[in-house]
């Protein structure tokens, strides 16, 4: 049975650009997405990267775009209920991959996620998106993803590498810095939640949001997804992540029909 999506979890995601959903995924997937990212992290892909210092007594370590190479993320993807519940919640007719995204801080890891929105990193444009953000090992409320309420509806802001601070796409200037959130707490609502593996924050690509470090041992498994209004919008710098050759095979301004992008929503009968 599909897991069904309330009328409020859809008003919720739409009014505040963030929600959670719980137990999105069965025991059985978990276990099996939590051998996926292991099966990832001994075998990382050429866009892999540590997001943390030297100096940081843990390990930030993340990998992008291996859901072709790795089984498990094949299963999540296609055969779970992500994409039923990413139409239901975008209210989009249908539903594509957009890549696929593996996390983990190590025990110990002191390196925060600064406040910051996905979407400036991306070659799309569109308001029909959504991330899930699907851990496999408890998160405590003060490791998990913060998020400020509502601010998809606002402005997009300059993306910046996470560790020096870099202007590496949008060139300095061309955007509004992200806003210090809390630091304000009467102009700011920020929501986070407790979360147990399997459960899922699904949240709008434009929604500002930020990490702590972690105290233990802490994978998760990001999807992004895309809708009926997403179109193709190449940058002239490399995105983050790069879809190679894909710019002189998939022209602006048009739809995300292409194998990089495989529809997930809705399901293919054999």
């Known amino acids: 049975m599909s897991r069904s999506i309330s009328t409020a979890e859809i008003k919720a995601y739409e009014k505040d650009g963030v929600v959670l959903i719980r137990n999105i995924l069965t025991a059985d997937e978990v276990a099996d997405l939590r051998d996926g990212i292991e099966l990832n992290i001994a075998n990382p892909s050429e866009l892999a990267q540590v997001a943390s210092n030297e100096s940081d007594p843990g390990w930030f370590f993340e990998d992008f775009c291996t859901w072709q190479e790795n089984p498990a993320y094949q299963r999540i993807i296609f055969e779970s209920d992500l994409a039923e519940v990413a139409s239901k919640l975008m209210c989009s007719k249908q539903v594509r991959l957009f890549h696929d995204h593996m996390l983990v801080k190590n025990k110990g890891t002191l390196q925060r996620t600064p406040w910051h929105q996905d979407l400036p990193y991306y070659n799309i444009q569109g308001r029909q998106n959504i991330s899930f953000w699907i851990p496999v090992d408890p998160v405590p409320f003060a490791w998990s993803l913060e998020f400020a309420a509502g601010s998809h509806r606002d402005s997009w802001y300059l993306p910046r590498t996470f560790l020096k601070k870099q202007a590496k796409w949008f060139p300095e200037g061309s955007l509004e810095e992200a806003p210090e959130i809390g630091v304000d707490p009467d102009n700011s609502r920020v929501l986070s939640w407790e979360l147990e593996p399997g459960d899922a924050v699904a949240f709008h690509m434009l ?46 301004g048009v739809p995300m029909d292409h194998k990089f992008f495989p529809l997930t929503w809705p399901k293919h009968k054999n």
């Not at 041992?217 to 999807?223: A, E, K, M, P």
């Not at 002239?236 to 879809?243: A, K, Y």
């Open 207 to 252: 929604t500002l949001h930020a990490g702590a470090g972690a105290e233990d041992l802490r994978r998760v498994f990001s999807v992004r997804m895309i809708g009926d209004d997403i179109l193709h919008a190449p940058r002239e710098w490399r995105t983050s992540p790069e879809f190679p050759g894909l710019s002189e095979q998939l022209p602006a």
